[in-house]
């Protein structure tokens, strides 16, 4: 009997169903022993049941191991040795990014269940009923928008469906939704429930009407670009519908977008904006993701985190620089280094292009006096989302060097740090690699000449694997509301609209010259968006939805030229991550002599290049889904 009703909430996707009594429907230990009528007859009661349900919301990555997932697509390399295999491999599988059909219905069924049981509630007071009922239906209209990122269309179920045990479950069998009209789902339950919602809150981590908007602009400008874009990979389309979205409804997504974008800009859901609090805007651009003040006023919903409450992760154990690192030995740490692909995105303060300049016009090393000279007059958003080299973690200055370089060229490196030995010519033995890398095959050190700065907390203790971070995972922000209302706006041809926004998010990172409407393209759309989002799980849905992802990680290595070439370029080839490595070099006949020199390294264990498939845009289906349910289609290129 088990395995027959395991087969049937498998093949049917109906969570749960019938199997289980209406009261166990939350694993919630502070209401497992009360009935449906006292767990929703105390608003206290309903805010733990919620709390439950927030926590389970799908992610593209949180903070719950996701740095593996931030260390993929080329714009960082993972420096462990157990996750060598981002950079070996040469392509994703059609299962990535996929969803297990089991646990995701049965999240939505409870959703569904929480719905009827507080509009059936006689206990709470109206007002506490129509905010748990919109908070309710927030939560299953945000996770239909994210299994549709990842599936396309979907089975649409709103009820909590009841298998009678009859021995004929058919009747419970669901075919996928139109792609389009899961998005439309998701617009329409944020237009339904935005008024039932409070206005900026202190609470970020429950749903506003702000999140509710930004919720709709997001999937609305997604639904946009798949309708003009998806006609570039006609491979990528059912011919029902399940796929793809039809050519022609662009425009109508785009204005949604716009408009829904444009009620947060114009205050009608709380006064949100672009966090400006610290005067140093690399500092203020870092601190925006660590502040938990009300006076950050850009974070729209969080997951958070409270070391107090025992919720805590371990992004800053994984990531902090290997000399900084709070346990013992140093073995958490450093596993997240950005690559020099991300770096050399973060334009010039003229807002040109142009490749971190370690040698001339003529491949002549350039020395440089201090480390960061090599950065200098950059956008401010890449030292508040990169640690780089001369840089400093909590007040300490790191130690990000791979030796010296010698007068013929050569390296004069070790392996191990702490092992001094002396210079050629030399008798005194010197410190000749810097404690936090680089050095090929050094895992927890950095392998590309960089560490992550973006959520990296310098609370002390939170680097500690039994102390942990605090840090909230950002969903949605008042800057990519921004950028969502730019391109949705280019997009309608509202170009000077367009600049407007995006200057905006630009001169919060001192990129102080306004470009103009003209300026606007749509390689400045897809630039704006790496730069500002990067590590906040937008880049993979960014190019899916462009149609972009086949050709920018195209399966090819790349060469220096790919790297240092077409920076700023939506197609530009990003298939492998390379690094920037810092030298000191040693020539004492010379007047460079003490002075640091950079080489453009591919770190050893990169061996893969990253190949986008036409399969990858949508996940596969399991095959015990699909020859359970004849009413579920396969996904083309499965």
């Not at 994703?92 to 939505?108: A, K, L, P, Q, T």
């Not at 990842?150 to 009820?159: C, F, H, K, Q, V």
Request: hydrophobic share 40%; aromatic share 12%; glycine share 8%.
């Amino acid at each position: 009997m088990k395995n027959i009703i395991a087969i049937i909430l498998l093949a049917f996707l109906i969570g749960l169903g019938g199997c289980k009594k209406d009261s166990d429907f939350l694993n919630v230990p502070s209401t497992s022993l009360l009935t449906n009528e006292q767990a929703f007859s105390d608003p206290a009661q309903v805010v733990s049941i919620l709390a439950d349900l927030y926590s389970r919301q799908l992610e593209f990555s949180d903070f719950h191991g996701g740095w593996r997932s931030f260390a993929d697509f080329s714009e960082s390399y993972p420096s462990e040795t157990g996750s060598n295999y981002l950079v070996q491999r040469t392509g994703w599988g059609y299962g990535e990014w996929g969803v297990n059909w089991f646990d995701n219905y049965h999240y939505i069924r409870e959703l569904n269940l929480f719905i009827q049981r507080d509009s059936a509630a006689t206990a709470l007071s109206e007002q506490d009923k129509a905010r748990f009922l919109a908070e309710g239906r927030f939560l299953r209209a945000n996770f239909y928008f994210e299994m549709v990122k990842r599936m396309g269309g979907i089975p649409l179920i709103l009820t909590p469906l009841q298998y009678d045990f009859n021995g004929d479950p058919s009747y419970l069998q669901q075919a996928r939704a139109k792609e389009s009209d899961i998005y439309d789902f998701v617009i329409s339950e944020a237009q339904a429930i935005k008024d039932a919602l409070p206005l900026k809150s202190g609470d970020k981590s429950r749903a506003t009407k702000g999140a509710a908007l930004a919720m709709e602009a997001r999937a609305a400008l997604y639904a946009g670009s798949i309708a003009k874009y998806g006609a570039a990979t006609p491979l990528v389309t059912l011919p029902g519908g399940e796929v793809g979205i039809s050519p022609g409804k662009e425009t109508a997504y785009y204005t949604t977008a716009l408009a829904a974008a444009q009620e947060i800009i114009n205050g009608n859901a709380g006064a949100y904006s672009l966090y400006k609090n610290k005067p140093d805007l690399s500092e203020n651009f870092a601190a925006l993701f660590l502040d938990k003040d009300a006076t950050n006023n850009e974070a729209i919903l969080v997951e958070d985190y409270k070391p107090k409450s025992g919720k805590t992760h371990g992004f800053t154990v994984n990531n902090q620089p290997f000399s900084s690192g709070e346990e013992s030995g140093n073995g958490d740490a450093g596993r997240l280094n950005p690559s020099l692909n991300l770096v050399e995105a973060f334009e010039k303060a003229d807002n040109s292009f142009a490749p971190i300049p370690a040698t001339n016009g003529s491949g002549v090393p350039i020395y440089y006096t201090s480390q960061t000279d090599i950065f200098a007059g950059r956008d401010a958003r890449l030292a508040g989302t990169v640690i780089l080299p001369g840089s400093s973690f909590k007040g300490q200055p790191l130690d990000i060097w791979a030796g010296y370089k010698l007068a013929d060229g050569s390296i004069f490196t070790t392996q191990d740090a702490s092992k001094l030995l002396p210079l050629p010519g030399t008798s005194t033995a010197v410190q000749v690699l810097g404690k936090d890398g680089p050095y090929n095959g050094n895992e927890f050190r950095t392998q590309s000449g960089f560490y992550i700065r973006k959520y990296l907390d310098p609370t002390p203790g939170a680097g500690s694997r039994g102390t942990g971070s605090g840090v909230a995972f950002i969903k949605y922000r008042y800057a990519e509301v921004l950028l969502n209302a730019a391109e949705a706006a280019f997009e309608l041809g509202q170009t000077a609209v367009a600049a407007d926004y995006m200057n905006q998010v630009r001169a919060r990172a001192g990129l102080i010259v306004p470009l103009t409407p003209a300026q606007i393209t749509f390689d400045r759309i897809v630039h704006e968006r790496r730069v500002e989002l990067a590590f906040e799980g937008h880049i993979l849905y960014d190019l899916k939805r462009w149609r972009l992802a086949h050709i920018v990680w195209d399966g090819t290595k790349m060469t220096e030229a790919d790297l240092v070439t077409n920076i700023g370029s939506s197609t530009k080839k990003n298939t492998q991550p390379y690094g920037l490595w810092p030298y000191k070099y040693y020539n004492p006949a010379s007047p460079d002599n003490g002075k640091w020199v950079y080489s453009i390294v591919l770190p050893s264990a990169v061996t893969g290049a990253n190949k986008f498939l036409f399969g990858n845009y949508y996940s596969f289906i399991d095959d015990n889904v699909r020859s359970a349910n004849p009413k579920i289609v396969k996904q083309p290129n499965q």
